[in-house]
């Protein structure tokens, strides 16, 4: 293990880190759907996104030829603080599974957030703060992305308006007080702070929310103020353009050592963290440069990947914002409380969701069980306790290298990493208590959800 | 900013990991007075110490002439898994204290244990392994050191068993799922598996524990079984010397960039951060090579140094272990429940007690609530959010950056940052929420526990 010239963790300089994110659409023959304005069931324009969202982002998130686009100084002073992030080399791991394989993970929890989420909240508070606004509203359930902007926010000096799901919110204190120390002002959802928010407990007073009500409820605070718009931290082709620093590193990183990774997997929520890490590799698929299988990992419970439809879809159950052509399992599926709170998400980025549909990336899910038991098989050799989303990627990634050590075969096998699990250990509890459980949707349960998405678009 | 020479972050390569800890007592004129067998009053003998720690661990504790110890290949690479720590330019903090003073910290928080405990936790668990114990006992109060033994041994394949203040067991239940997580099995203190605990249980049925109780039943628990020996995670020579890891790096990453640190700060609870920090500055000082200013910085509610007495006391109330002259507020003082937990220790190591008092090193006394200020004025603007503990060190590296203001000087700071406080949300809630007070004990209270000292020794 001394020997190896491959050091435990490869660090990037400073100065040889991403001057510009990498728009994988450039690349892309078929580009994803455009977003279809519910109303008019037509593209929506830049104009209408406008007032939803922050005028750069918009430019962003409609921008499918650039294929770079220059991340401002600021953002780099920023990334500064906690990158460039390290990419591992799993050694303890590869010799405790005795594989030939060689396992690389690229860490993304080294930041108070604890997760990759940093990366596009920076800047999306950037491009707030340039625009003159005096604040942003957003939503998060597990509560990375709530964390995670409310350090950028606390960083441009800008107000920031968390609506938590309410089960989270009381489940969840400690994330809850992270983002008051960074001085976010956190309103469980649903609330009496909107008219979405009143008719959903008119209606259901006992509700514990859901994230699709907490967007919509985000989404209506930030046009009721002057001053402020809305931001979203997964699904959005701007995020996972913000998110493409991990894999530009990554890259960067490996050639260094002069390793090409044969297998690139990541967990798949929304799509942010798994987009980020695999476009600059795909942006080589796509122009014919080089070759790489690429695993979307999502849990059973909620597979919108492997058992989805892909079709228009609405991206909140308030139905408030645009939609989009993706992979879903219809906005009105509920999946159950799995603990990978950043998974359960009923549909899957555009960008993601095309290049899936082009075979251009293979997908699986994984079970509940399984997934910790890869989490603590790797806590308790690589030190790193992970993050429940990030163990999907794990669990995968572990056996991949198990398929290396029948076969006999030195593939290199990359992994995202995307945070840690600290604020997770409830959910740790209950696997070390033996009292997790798995649940998988029946065939039925995804038949109605799937049949309620309405018939627009193509 | 972006024009300075320094780095955000001073990463050391691998290659300059030290290979050695460095032992300041060698370079002591006047070394730390040894530890005294209680029942004989005298030198505590290495064949006596043998019955409760391991071999080598006596052997180290107990040298104070050799200079350099090599720390073994088995450490150093798993050290490579989280070291080298950071040093990081604290730009943004400058920025916003507009202060000339130019602050440098030592960041030990990126890795699962959250703190730089971890440093010794796996010293002391390879060498139980080396001499082919099968386990190892030590008891948690914040449950940092417990953490990171846990990890050690699972790294190392041993058993840990971990006894854990009955109200941080309850109150913690998340640091104990980390533990458990780690393989480690956890006991609430006082139990009924010692006869400490079963003494203390029948005499005070109600009692939430202490660290004196939970000291007393891992150290009894360890010779009750056959292969098992006692680990500690402060205070002794022993852990000060695999801490020094800290100082060292932080010496090699600042000397690469011509800084020299004109004033040192460190949080001071039994000392195993403040000693590691300080050593290798402190080995200058003592041989004439140059000058520093140290700061220890220690709550208001456990002032040990600055209220404390300099004689020979027990390190834990139930008076099993060795005698050791060092700053103390005696054996039964019990510190309020402030929110520092890993600094409610009543003495000091020995080491940094004698550099004490022979006006070596400084220490200052700081209220809860004003660090608790500084903890959150650091987290808006350098992104971590500290453990309680290393804030202590945070507001006195402020308080000095805001003096050069003052005086217009140019002073290099560096603060050691010894963990995260992703554990201590609560006490960040009362903080939050205007409910944290400040305590400090009346000079009577003081006068009271310094009256019960043994009088033994010098």
Redesign the interface.
């Known amino acids: ?2 020997n190896e010239k491959i ?3 490869i ?1 990037l ?2 100065s040889e880190m991403p001057k510009q994110w990498y728009n994988v659409r450039a690349d892309m023959k078929k580009k994803p759907a455009p977003l279809l304005n519910p109303s008019t069931g037509k593209p929506v324009t830049a104009e209408e996104l406008s007032r939803v969202f922050c005028e750069e982002l918009v430019k962003q998130e409609l921008d499918d030829t650039s294929a770079y686009i220059d991340i401002p ?1 600021e953002i780099r ?1 920023f990334y ?3 990158r460039p992030s390290p990419v591992v080399r799993a050694y ?1 791991l590869e010799k405790q599974l005795d594989t030939p394989a060689k396992i690389y993970y690229k860490f993304e929890g ?3 957030s ?1 997760s990759h989420k940093l990366n596009s909240a920076i800047a999306q508070a950037y491009y707030a703060k340039q625009q003159g606004l005096k604040g942003v509203t957003t939503e998060t359930g597990a509560g990375q992305w709530g964390t995670a902007l409310s ?1 950028a926010c ?2 441009f000096g800008l107000d920031c308006q968390v609506y938590m799901v309410k089960c989270s919110y009381e489940q969840k ?2 994330r809850r ?2 983002m ?4 976010a002002s956190i309103t469980p959802s649903p609330s009496e702070t909107t008219g979405v928010g009143r008719k959903i407990l008119e209606e259901f007073p006992d509700t514990k929310g859901s994230l699709g009500c907490a967007i919509s409820e985000a989404v209506e605070a930030a046009s009721a103020q002057e001053g402020y718009r809305y931001v979203l931290g997964s699904v959005l082709s701007q995020v996972l353009l913000h998110q493409t620093v991990i894999g530009l590193e990554a890259k960067t990183a490996l050639e260094k050592y002069g390793v090409k990774p044969d297998i690139i997997i990541g967990c798949a929520g929304g799509g942010s963290n798994l987009g980020g890490l695999i476009s600059p590799f795909m942006g080589e698929k796509l122009r014919g440069e080089a070759d790489y299988r690429f695993i979307a990992v999502e849990p059973a419970s909620c597979p919108s990947l492997t058992r989805g439809k892909y079709v228009y879809d609405f991206c909140d159950t308030g139905k408030v914002c645009p939609l989009q052509k993706m992979y879903t399992l219809g906005s009105s599926f509920m999946p159950s409380a799995n603990h990978a709170g950043g998974l359960r998400y009923h549909g899957m980025s555009s960008v993601l969701s095309e290049l899936y549909d082009q075979g251009l990336m293979e997908a699986v899910s994984v079970e509940q069980t399984s997934v910790f038991a890869a989490a ?1 098989q790797f ?7 992970p993050a429940p989303e990030s163990s999907h990627a794990i669990r995968v990634a572990i056996d991949e290298a198990l398929r290396c050590k029948e076969t006999g075969e030195e593939k290199n096998i990359l992994f995202g990493l995307t945070g ?1 699990g ?2 997770d ?2 959910a ?2 209950a696997f ?1 208590d033996g009292k997790m459980g798995d649940y998988i949707p029946t065939d039925e349960e995804i038949a109605v959800s799937l049949g309620r998405i309405p018939n627009i678009g193509d």
């Open positions: 293990m001394a050091p435990y963790k660090y300089e400073e100084e002073e500064k603080m906690y303890c080294n930041n108070t604890g350090m606390s960083y204190p400690f007080e992270v008051r120390t960074y001085g603590q806590a308790r050799v690589e030190g790193i306790l840690t600290y604020f250990m409830y740790y509890a070390n």
